[in-house]
């Protein structure tokens, strides 16, 4: 008896403990993404109240260094939009039915071989898919360059180093995060509800796109949320490639992101130059929280409608 009342308490003082650690653990969690807020906060804003919020966010010229300082952010919102989003629309289509032939498709020798590529693919530093893109994609984004634009008197030649070249650089890097969340989810559809679908005459590849895909919706979904935070937080690789000018995002100009206006200028950024760069950080912070929380929405609603 006495041993029976000892392990009883042994095993509630072992679970108060485990209760204890991960209370401790979700309260850490919740107190770094509270204190990053804040401090974004902090240090963000003393820039719209000194510069001015219509000027900051609507302006297009950007001159922190001249003798009348601009520093208008516009067209650098605008490439991170827009690049992000092409990236996006090229990576994810790419990405999805890779994982679907991965999962659905494709003989066990043969996504025994593509698989490990695929995870390889998430290990590359971004450096190196930066050099990569600046060795062989910028010569052919400049041929491809001189072949458009060669009876133009006006516009400015960019080496290769221009949105394109970064898009696709985006495109390529989100692929093996897209690939990975996405097969996982199509593995975890129940078979019944692809007996089903076969046994009603539904064809594979309708039992694909009718049935397995809607049901692994969710982690679908999940996939592309972190592909968006890896294609909006990249710095390094698009750096390198999109040739880090201010100007307006178009395939073949050379522009700056969010996350390359803050490398590239940080180091020796002092004054409102510097505060201006801790405001980037912030519109970054705030576009990441934005997209998480609306696709995040938009999940539980089709889980709703479900």
């Known amino acids: 008896m006495n041993s029976i009342v000892a392990n009883r308490a042994s095993k509630s003082t072992v679970e108060r403990a485990a209760g204890l650690i991960f209370t401790v653990c979700g309260l850490v969690a919740v107190l770094a993404v509270v204190s990053i807020t804040l401090y974004m906060i902090l240090k963000g804003t003393p820039a719209l109240a000194n510069v001015g919020i219509g000027e900051l966010l609507f302006g297009t010229v950007w001159k922190p260094d001249a003798a009348d300082p601009s520093y208008g ?16 629309l090229r990576g994810v289509p790419i ?23 695929v995870e390889l693919l998430a290990g590359i530093p ?4 930066g050099l990569l893109g600046l060795m062989i ?3 052919l984004m400049y041929k ?17 180093s221009n949105l394109l070249s970064a898009v696709l650089v985006l495109a390529v890097m989100i692929l093996p995060t897209v690939i990975n969340i996405s097969e996982s989810a199509l593995r975890a559809v129940p078979g019944h509800l692809r007996s089903a679908s076969l046994a009603l005459g539904a064809s594979s590849i309708q039992t694909i796109f009718h049935v397995t895909i809607p049901a692994a919706k969710s982690g679908i979904i999940s996939a592309i ?3 968006v935070g890896r294609a909006i937080g990249e710095a390094m690789a698009i750096t390198l490639v ?7 995002p178009l395939p073949f100009n050379s522009v700056r992101f969010l996350t390359t206006a803050i490398v590239s200028e940080m180091s020796y950024a002092s004054g409102t130059h510097r505060q201006v760069l ?7 912070f705030v576009f990441i929280m934005v997209i998480n929380v609306s696709l995040t929405k938009i999940l539980k609603r089709g889980e709703v409608s479900e």
């Not at 999109?242 to 307006?248: E, K, L, Q, T």
């Open 225 to 227: 949320v972190l592909g």
């Open 278 to 284: 801790f405001t980037i950080g912030l519109i970054l």
């Open 144 to 160: 491809l360059e001189l072949l458009i634009f060669k009876n133009s008197s006006t516009h400015q030649y960019t080496g290769g």
């Open 73 to 88: 952010i516009l067209f650098v919102i605008l490439t991170s939009i827009v690049g992000t989003a092409l990236g996006i």
């Open 137 to 139: 994609l910028n010569p």
């Open 242 to 248: 999109s040739g880090s000018s201010v100007n307006f």
């Open 126 to 129: 971004s450096v190196i898919y």
């Open 95 to 117: 990405g999805l039915m890779t994982a679907v032939f991965l999962a659905e498709v494709a003989p066990p020798r043969l996504a025994g071989i593509v698989k490990p590529a």
